[in-house]
């Protein structure tokens, strides 16, 4: 593991095709994949503030201050969602990189969210994705580990359940937690909601089917592969999501 961490490497010993999904976890039957992803992120919103000798922004580009200042003080890696709208499913995924004073765009892809948008206010069975900060603690999916940094729990029971569209069956063979409404420090598919159950939970980063999730954000695989690659605890990732005029305030 980078950075001198100690990886938890878990193997179910659950049967294949003995499939326990969590409650509430991200996915579900819908639309089946109607065309391939696009391979180029939109456009970013940007800022005027800069570090004016490495000609960098020092505030994460369209980040208002609202959410800017619940991103940990530590925190050196941001991926940050920019949902297209309020009820839209469309969005761009981007990683920063802090260096110093600045902000580094390190990439971006081409994401989905909540099949009906972002809500600041998200319930189980909603369709909308949380808007908010997150810390990113914990990996895992049904495939081996990538190289991943960030503890990585593989496990059949990860896997999406062969009754929902066959487009959505490789949806969690990678899968990064987000930690809202969940027990950091525990495989991502850990059923405890310390907020209740109504608040919702299962929230993650995960594979896309080419249209909206349950509540969850999807890149394609190889933007999974690299975020469980280049996430890194020593320096405490967190992920700000929600749609760009929620971002913005």
Excluded at 60 to 84: C, E, F, H, K, M
């Amino acid at each position: 593991m980078g950075g001198g961490g100690v990886r938890r490497i878990a193997v179910a010993t659950t049967a294949v095709g003995v499939l326990l999904l969590p409650l509430g976890a991200c996915g579900g039957p819908g639309p089946a994949h109607t065309g391939a992803t696009p391979t180029s992120a939109g456009p970013v919103p940007r800022t005027e503030a800069g570090d004016a000798s490495a000609g960098r922004p020092t505030r994460i580009p369209g980040v208002g201050d609202r959410l800017r200042t619940r991103i940990p003080a530590n925190s050196r890696q941001v991926v940050a969602v920019y949902g297209d709208g309020r009820n839209s499913a469309d969005a761009t995924v981007v990683l920063y990189a802090r260096h110093g004073s600045g902000w580094d765009r390190v990439r971006g892809w081409p994401a989905h969210n909540g099949k009906k948008g972002w809500t600041t206010d998200h319930h189980e069975g909603d369709r909308r994705s949380p808007v908010g900060v997150f810390t990113l603690s914990d990996a895992g999916g049904v495939l081996p580990d990538p190289g991943a940094r960030l503890p990585y729990t593989r496990s059949a029971a990860i896997a999406a359940p062969r009754w929902w569209p066959r487009s959505y069956w490789h949806d969690f063979d990678y899968v990064i937690a987000v930690d809202y409404n969940r027990v950091e420090g525990t495989p991502p598919n850990n059923q405890t909601r310390p907020e209740g159950y109504a608040k919702g939970g299962g929230i993650w980063l995960h594979m896309d089917h080419g249209s909206g999730t349950s509540a969850c954000v999807s890149v394609s695989r190889s933007a999974m592969r690299y975020l469980l690659r280049t996430l890194d605890p020593d320096r405490h990732p967190v992920v700000v999501m929600g749609d760009r005029a929620d971002l913005a305030a």
